[in-house]
């Protein structure tokens, strides 16, 4: 299943509440500075959170000191996204690599998520553009709260 919203990432947060139980395994793409992922290790069996931005991991690192992070580069080193023991056992992801990104980069990001973690059962992505065309291509319908739900 993918999930897409186009508001704030509390949405995100709040998806993470809602979604997320103690047997899943969680990798965060753009987990910036540890807000939603803090969120996730409070829920899930193990989360991964993964962003190109070293000041950010740092200071995730910081905020959930019991999470584990990484650079990586989904774009550049999807092998090595595959490769992580991580990946073996992911069951949802949460996909924040910019709101405002156009929709190609969005759906180049969910195909090689898709590739690489094949256990994956739910992709929770924030993207305006994907939203717009999610509920343009598929008729999919709309929580009033930014949210797009397709089957």
Do not use: Y
């Amino acid at each position: 299943m993918l999930l897409a919203h186009h508001q704030i990432w509390c949405n995100g947060r709040n998806l993470a509440r809602h979604l997320v139980s103690a047997e899943d395994h969680i990798i965060e793409i753009g987990s910036s500075l540890g807000h939603c992922t803090e969120v996730l290790h409070a829920r899930a069996a193990d989360v991964l959170g993964l962003d190109v931005s070293v000041a950010q991991l740092a200071e995730s690192r910081r905020r959930v000191p019991g999470a584990e992070f990484e650079f990586l580069d989904v774009f550049e080193e999807p092998d090595r996204l595959a490769a992580l023991p991580a990946a073996a056992r992911c069951t949802k992801v949460f996909l924040d690599i910019g709101g405002d990104r156009q929709k190609v980069q969005v759906l180049n990001a969910i195909g090689i998520l898709r590739r690489c973690l094949q256990r994956a059962r739910l992709i929770v992505v924030k993207s305006e553009e994907l939203h717009a065309a999610m509920a343009s291509w598929m008729g999919c319908t709309g929580n009033g709260e930014g949210i797009l739900v397709c089957s």
